[in-house]
């Protein structure tokens, strides 16, 4: 059971920063933060991530080009046109190897306003640290795992941040319900998301892209939403005094479940 909990803890933190920093912050800056917290907050990811960091800029391009062309043939990771998770992520992956590597031809509009700390980045996204954080886990288990079934748990520590990726862009774009009519298939896939800490409101998320908060109806709970809440009453970060809230428009505006 405990090797459980461990799982379960990384898989939240893990969640926590992709949803925080690179998602909410990286892609959207919905916040601001001032340039030292920015750092430690980039840090934290790349520590809660480990073998599956996620470079801040590549996230945010490929982000950007999600919302812009949303369960097009543009899409770098629709549901529409993949046949399965898997085939959704790899595809979704070489268009990230290429950001990385500076072979990706980037609409200007998607550049900029995000997180870059080169040397961290560098180490992150290489195999050497991914390696390194792979042993890591798998030294962990040998010296704790205790049935020879707690082994399988290995692969999911080894790509936790592509493994959210899929789980949110492949469910929330499939299965769930709709507070509004929209041209995607974005979907709210949990009415309480506790497990992906709100990512998986997708068709709120949708309709109103720079709203911290992700939930909309009374039953809706957006847990990073409220942790957002907290640093910036402790000063930590800075929401816009105007800042986009989302809310349900009147019946018609509903698409249904």
Partial sequence: MELVAILIAHSTVSVFFQTFFLHRYASHRMFTMSRRWERAFHLLTYLAQGSSYLVPRAYAVLHRMHHAYSDTPKDPHSPRYAKGPAAMMWATKK???????GTAEVEPRF?????????????????????????????????????????????????????HGAIVNWCGHRYGYRNFNSDDDSRNTLTLDLVTLG????????????????????????????????????????????????????????AGG
């Avoid at 908060?213 to 009453?233: G, H, M, S, T």
Wanted: hydrophobic share 45%; with cysteine.
């Fill in 199 to 254: 990512e998986l409101f997708q068709n709120n998320h949708h309709k109103y892209a720079m709203s911290p908060n992700f939930a909309v109806r009374w039953f809706e709970i957006d847990p990073a939403y409220q942790v957002i809440r907290l640093l910036a009453a402790v000063g930590i970060l800075q929401l816009p005094e105007r800042h986009q809230v989302a809310r349900l428009e009147h019946d018609s505006a509903r």
């Fill in 95 to 101: 268009q990230y190897d290429a950001i990385c590597d």
């Fill in 111 to 163: 550049l900029g306003g995000y997180p870059e700390w080169p040397t961290l980045d560098r180490i992150g996204n290489s195999w050497t640290s991914r390696l390194a954080w792979g042993t890591g886990y798998a030294l962990f288990y040998i010296a704790f795992a205790t049935q020879w079934w707690q082994f399988l748990f290995l692969p999911l520590h080894w790509t936790m941040g592509p493994l």
